[in-house]
């Protein structure tokens, strides 16, 4: 019994904090934006191999809003996830004896996470119906493919000079003559479009060990 039956406050009664909460969900929608990007951008560069070079927004807009789906299924599966270990370590006292070994102690922590996922899952699928956000993932997609692709040129030419004072000019329409000429072959040769984005940005369903769970805005140093 507590001394003068007061009870030892119990992290388990501290709600979850709103504005930690928000900080957590906005840094985890940028982060999964950027995947995004990274994705349709994929898409785009498959697409115009199969298609000749054709792009077609509608089509692209449609596969943006497909991985804005699919990022937001991850999300509610994490979430699932921190339910059921937070259940598991409500019965475990004491001190964790590694990274992933969770305690009662740390409930606020996994409902913080927990309430992150849901929040940043609804947001994602929320954004969906939002035309203009969909049009800028699909704007920076495309500009993303062609800085790749763009990169491939370059490289396969070698050209390491330093190019001529009047080289912007036209710039582009050269390197689309090129990819009309060789698309299919520069892109077989050097794969392009395959990194992940901003650094690992894709939010990492582990937790904040490595520092890429957006809900580890609720610690200073998670």
Do not use: C
Request: glycine share 8%; net charge negative.
């Amino acid at each position: 019994m507590a001394l003068f039956g007061r009870r030892k406050p119990d992290v388990r009664d501290r709600p979850v904090s709103q504005v930690e909460l928000k900080r957590a969900v906005d840094e985890g929608f940028l982060i999964a934006r950027a995947a995004v990007i990274v994705a349709v951008a994929n898409r785009i560069i498959t697409n115009a191999l199969r298609d000749q070079g054709y792009f077609d927004h509608a089509l692209i807009a449609d596969a943006a809003r497909q991985e804005l789906h699919r990022m937001a299924e991850e999300q509610r599966g994490d979430a699932e996830r921190m339910r059921e270990i937070r259940v598991r370590s409500s019965k475990q006292g004491g001190r964790s004896q590694h990274q992933h070994d969770y305690r009662r102690g740390d409930d606020l922590k996994l409902r913080t996470r927990e309430a992150t996922y849901e929040e940043l899952a609804a947001r994602l699928d929320a954004r969906r119906d939002d035309q203009h956000f969909v049009d800028g993932i699909v704007l920076a997609a495309r500009a993303r493919a062609w800085d790749d692709i763009g990169t491939t040129v370059v490289g396969r030419l070698g050209w390491a000079q330093r190019p001529a004072d009047d080289y912007e000019v036209g710039r582009d329409e050269r390197l689309q003559q090129l990819l009309d000429e060789d698309f299919a072959t520069l892109v077989a040769e050097h794969p392009v479009g395959s990194g992940t984005a901003v650094g690992a940005d894709e939010p990492d369903t582990d937790g904040p060990d490595d520092g890429t769970d957006p809900a580890e805005a609720d610690t200073t140093t998670s």
